[in-house]
């Protein structure tokens, strides 16, 4: 007996440019999908994919189609760029998946992608001819902002094909995360020792911290209907039990 094995690597490498927006820094963080790059080439398509076995990890009606278990994921680099500041760089799992067959022509699946994201940290230092005098002493002051977090979609997904032409697939998708931000306020008496020498004294410091945390459900439903020349796709979602929770604190030593 003759046994055949055959093992197959694929890799795909994709550039995308994404532009941060400053406005996230109130919210949750900057907006993220599952970056799948067998589907790039196709315009990043939803519901197809550029996968020989026909599986788009963003489709569940298509799951089923893989006969065999399947692990893949995706990562990113991305580099945050402000004027007058240091560049700060992100390595992001865009997604993680796990799917395998539990009969025929059909499949359960695991997904856990990351759906925002958020993390800063700079500091506006305030410049020397930016000093103030009030009450006969020298002010300066110093504005610290720090953001970390974002929110995580964990799916459990069926797949099954329910004849030659239609197949369906349902996921279960559970929201979770959580947003810290903290600005800090320092106000400094500037103390002149020497010539070009200065010392600073923290006359006092302000921290304000916010702490977010989120958890929802929600359900998909998703169908392909596929001849010969042509498929159709669609799916629809229902959302529900959205909970945010926060916590502000303040801090002083004044």
């Given at each position: 007996?003759?046994?055949?094995?055959?093992l197959l690597i694929s890799l795909s490498l994709s550039l995308l440019f994404s532009y941060f927006n400053i406005e996230t820094i109130?919210?949750?963080?900057?907006?993220?999908?599952?970056?799948?790059?067998?589907?790039?080439?196709?315009?990043?398509?939803?519901?197809?994919?550029?996968?020989?076995?026909?599986?788009?990890?963003?489709?569940?009606?298509?799951?089923?189609?893989?006969?065999?278990?399947?692990?893949?994921?995706?990562?990113?680099?991305?580099?945050?760029?402000?004027?007058?500041?240091?560049?700060?760089?992100?390595?992001?799992?865009?997604?993680?998946?796990?799917?395998?067959?539990?009969?025929?022509?059909?499949?359960?699946?695991?997904?856990?992608?990351?759906?925002?994201?958020?993390?800063?940290?700079?500091?506006?230092?305030?410049?020397?001819?930016?000093?103030?005098?009030?009450?006969?002493?020298?002010?300066?002051?110093?504005?610290?902002?720090?953001?970390?977090?974002?929110?995580?979609?964990?799916?459990?997904?069926?797949?099954?094909?329910?004849?030659?032409?239609?197949?369906?697939?349902?996921?279960?998708?559970?929201?979770?995360?959580?947003?810290?931000?903290?600005?800090?306020?320092?106000?400094?008496?500037?103390?002149?020792?020497?010539?070009?020498?200065?010392?600073?004294?923290?006359?006092?410091?302000?921290?304000?911290?916010?702490?977010?945390?989120?958890?929802?459900?929600?359900?998909?439903?998703?169908?392909?209907?596929?001849?010969?020349?042509?498929?159709?796709?669609?799916?629809?979602?229902?959302?529900?039990?959205?909970?945010?929770?926060?916590?502000?604190?303040y801090f002083s030593n004044n």
């Amino acid at each position: 007996m003759n046994l055949k094995f055959s093992l197959l690597i694929s890799l795909s490498l994709s550039l995308l440019f994404s532009y941060f927006n400053i406005e996230t820094i109130q919210g949750f963080g900057e907006k993220r999908n599952i970056e799948d790059p067998a589907s790039l080439s196709m315009g990043n398509s939803w519901y197809f994919s550029g996968q020989t076995n026909g599986v788009s990890i963003k489709s569940n009606s298509t799951h089923w189609r893989n006969r065999l278990s399947q692990v893949s994921s995706s990562f990113s680099i991305r580099n945050n760029k402000f004027e007058k500041y240091s560049s700060q760089s992100q390595q992001v799992l865009n997604y993680l998946h796990f799917q395998f067959p539990i009969g025929k022509k059909q499949s359960f699946a695991f997904t856990l992608s990351p759906s925002t994201r958020i993390n800063y940290h700079f500091s506006d230092s305030g410049l020397m001819d930016e000093n103030i005098v009030f009450n006969d002493l020298v002010i300066n002051s110093n504005q610290i902002y720090y953001g970390s977090g974002g929110i995580t979609d964990m799916m459990l997904t069926y797949s099954t094909a329910i004849n030659n032409d239609f197949s369906i697939g349902i996921s279960w998708n559970i929201g979770f995360g959580s947003f810290t931000k903290i600005d800090t306020i320092e106000i400094n008496n500037i103390i002149s020792e020497s010539y070009d020498e200065y010392n600073f004294n923290n006359i006092f410091t302000d921290i304000y911290q916010i702490r977010s945390t989120y958890n929802a459900n929600s359900f998909n439903i998703g169908s392909l209907f596929s001849i010969p020349k042509i498929e159709v796709a669609s799916s629809i979602t229902f959302d529900y039990n959205l909970k945010i929770n926060q916590k502000k604190d303040y801090f002083s030593n004044n």
